[in-house]
C-alpha cells in the first residue's frame, strides 16, 4: 500500500551542510507536487512540549460544555464543534491569531476566567515551534521556485489558527467517519497527534485512500486551497478525511496559516505557456467568507467555483 513520503526537516541536520539542504528542496517539492503533503520530521517540537500541548488539550477538552461552546467564531468558520448529530465523537476547539500573545490570552480567559498561564505558555510555545516549521518548508518550496521575493511579504501577513481535536473511538467493531472528506481551505495546514496510530487518511491523484500512520514525531505537512492558488495548480491541496477504528480516542493537534492582506495570485514565474494561470487573484479571507456563508460544501472543487480562470 501506498505511503506518504517522510522528509526529515530538523533545523539541526538541515545546516550541517547545503547539500543535504538542496537535496531536501527537492524532496519537499516533489512530495508536494505529487502528494500536496507529507510528513516532515522535525525537532522544533521537544517530547516535553508535545507532552505539554496534549495535557493541555485535555484540559481544555474537560471543560464543561456551557464554558466550551463559548469558544465562537464571527469570521472564519471556526470555534467549538461539538456534539453534533451529523458527525457524533468529533469535538475541537480553535484560538484565532494563535501566535499573538493577545489571541492566545483571550482564548485563554474565556475558558478560565481567571486565566490559564500554563496553558496559554504551552499553547503559544507550540503553535510558534510549528508556524516556524512551516516557514522552512515554504521557504524551501520558494527558493526552489525561484519565487523568494514573492513569499517574503507573507511572512509579515500571516494569521495562525491553532485547533485541539477529539475523536472518540467508535462504539462497536466498525470503523466509523471522524471527519468528512475535504480540502483545507487554509494557505498550509500542519497536522500533529498525540499517538502513534492511524486516523488521517489521504486521497492520492488516482482517487486512492492512504492511511498515514503517524509518529509523535512526525508532522503532516498538507497544502491547502490557497497554496493551491499561489503556486498556479502545481502543488494541490489534497483532499483528507479521518477514519476512527478500535478501542482509543484520537486527539490531534493542527496549525493553519491565513494571509491576510495581500491578494492571492500566482507569481509570473509561475505562469508560461506550459502552464497558463488556472485562478484569479483574490483575497484569502474573502474566500473564507464564500467558504462559510455560501454552503461550498456542496460543490467538489470550491477554490475552482469561487475563482478558477
Ligand atoms: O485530525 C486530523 O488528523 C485532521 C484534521 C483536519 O483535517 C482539519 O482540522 O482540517
Ligand atoms: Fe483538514
Not at 108 to 132: C, I, R, Y
Request: net charge negative; with cysteine; proline share 5%.
Amino acid at each position: 500500500m501506498a505511503s506518504l513520503p517522510v522528509i526529515n526537516v530538523s533545523v539541526k541536520d538541515l545546516n550541517s551542510d547545503s547539500s543535504s539542504w538542496a537535496k531536501t528542496c527537492d524532496e519537499v517539492v516533489r512530495a508536494l507536487e505529487e502528494y500536496g503533503c507529507f510528513i516532515a520530521i522535525y525537532d522544533g517540537v521537544s517530547s516535553q512540549l508535545h507532552d505539554a500541548i496534549f495535557a493541555a488539550s485535555q484540559e481544555l477538552l474537560d471543560l464543561p460544555y456551557e464554558v466550551k461552546i463559548l469558544n465562537t467564531s464571527d469570521g472564519a468558520g471556526h470555534g467549538y464543534f461539538g456534539q453534533s448529530p451529523k458527525n457524533p465523537g468529533f469535538e475541537r476547539l480553535t484560538i484565532e491569531k494563535a501566535t499573538t500573545k493577545e489571541g492566545v490570552e483571550a482564548f485563554a480567559k474565556l475558558m478560565w476566567p481567571s486565566g490559564n498561564d500554563t496553558f496559554s505558555e504551552t499553547a503559544s510555545t507550540f503553535v510558534h515551534a510549528v508556524a516556524q516549521l512551516e516557514e522552512i518548508v515554504m521557504r524551501m518550496v520558494a527558493k526552489s521556485y525561484g519565487i523568494e521575493q514573492h513569499y517574503e511579504p507573507f511572512l509579515a501577513s500571516t494569521d495562525y489558527i491553532l485547533k485541539f481535536n477529539k475523536y472518540e473511538s467508535p462504539k462497536g467493531d466498525e470503523p466509523r467517519l471522524g471527519l468528512f472528506p475535504h480540502t483545507d481551505k487554509s494557505f498550509i495546514t500542519i497536522l500533529h497527534q498525540k499517538e502513534q496510530g492511524k486516523g488521517l487518511e489521504i486521497k492520492t491523484k488516482d482517487q486512492k485512500w492512504v492511511e498515514v500512520d503517524l509518529s509523535p514525531s512526525g508532522f503532516v505537512f498538507m497544502a491547502g486551497d490557497v497554496c493551491t492558488a499561489w503556486t498556479n495548480g502545481r502543488m494541490e491541496a489534497p483532499v483528507h478525511r479521518v477514519m476512527m477504528e478500535g478501542k482509543k480516542d484520537r486527539f490531534s493537534m493542527v496549525v493553519s496559516s491565513y494571509i491576510r492582506d495581500l491578494e492571492i495570485q500566482a507569481p509570473q514565474e509561475l505562469v508560461d505557456e506550459e502552464h497558463p494561470v488556472q485562478y484569479k487573484p483574490f483575497e484569502h479571507y474573502k474566500y473564507i467568507d464564500f467558504h462559510t456563508y455560501q454552503n461550498s460544501r456542496k460543490l467538489r472543487n470550491p477554490l475552482k467555483h469561487y475563482c478558477g480562470v
